[in-house]
């Protein structure tokens, strides 16, 4: 019984770790942003309007985000990634943006006073 009980422990405990190292790939459609420290890579993008699928890939060592700001510097609403860890990936999608001129920053402290920011042109 007691021997029975390690072998269901440890095979929670494979699945468990086969679960954490599944990172999404990338959507057809997305356009595909790398993040490292401290940039973004592409850092000008362009998209139509709509609804916009960015894949954020981060290869730097620490946690990274993107939010997207209008051209007043005010944060689109929808439009903040969930923190993506170091070696993950993230499916960003914003629904619906407008055309116009944004910029796009990581809003971990100091990453963008530090270049972690570009443009995003929306037409
Ligand atoms: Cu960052």
Do not use: W
């Not at 494979?14 to 850092?43: H, R, W, Y």
């Not at 700001?69 to 990634?81: E, F, L, M, Q, W």
């Not at 402290?109 to 042109?121: A, I």
Request: aromatic letters at 8%; a neutral charge; one cysteine or more.
């Amino acid at each position: 019984m007691r021997l029975l009980a390690a072998g269901l422990a440890l095979t929670a405990v494979v699945l468990l770790a086969g679960c954490g190292g599944s990172a999404p790939s990338q959507p057809s459609g997305s356009i595909k942003v790398t993040m490292t420290e401290f940039k973004f890579d592409p850092s000008t993008i362009s998209a139509p309007s709509g609804k916009v699928v960015f894949f954020l890939v981060n290869t730097g060592t620490v946690s990274h985000d993107m939010i997207i700001r209008d051209s007043s510097g005010n944060r689109v609403s929808g439009a903040a990634s969930e923190l993506v860890s170091a070696g993950d990936s993230f499916v960003f999608t914003v629904s619906n943006i407008p055309a116009g001129t944004y910029a796009f920053f990581c809003d971990q402290p100091g990453h963008e006073s530090s270049g972690m920011k570009g443009t995003l042109t929306v037409t």
